[in-house]
């Protein structure tokens, strides 16, 4: 079920050219369809794309000084897991992350594009994972339900029966 799932990647990132490779990175990989956003801003008003990943940068201001940073895009899409980008270690900030499903942290001087796509893998790994919890629990809820309603039936057979005596 989850296997031909095309994951949907957000990178926000307002160096062009770093977003564009990355971009294009993960567009080449048939599970994953990726956007990219020069800003934060830009993100919140894309009403079409609804990421299930996202990758972020720190700072997202060379374009728009007054821009949101990746931190406040982080705490009001909380529930999507993301990595997070920096030019500099920012271990406060990558704690922080943790509260808003940061997965991962990477420092753009020690990047590697195969170190993202590990994480973007084990991301979508517990997105699957997850999904299977979710459908498991459901059809416990079903078949919980069905054993309730039958033993109901068998309740009401019973009582019918010693009723008629």
Known sequence: MTEDKIYKIGIVEDDRMFGEMLLWYFKDIDKYDAKLYPTAEDLLDDRYFEADIL????????????????????KIKKDIPKIILSAQEEIPVALEMLKYKGCDYIEKGKFDIEKARESVDAIVEQLKLNEEIEVSRNNNKKSMFRLGFTISIIVIIILAIISSH
């Open 55 to 74: 990758i972020l940068d720190y700072h997202l201001n060379s374009e728009k000084p007054d821009a949101m940073n990746g931190m406040e895009l982080a």
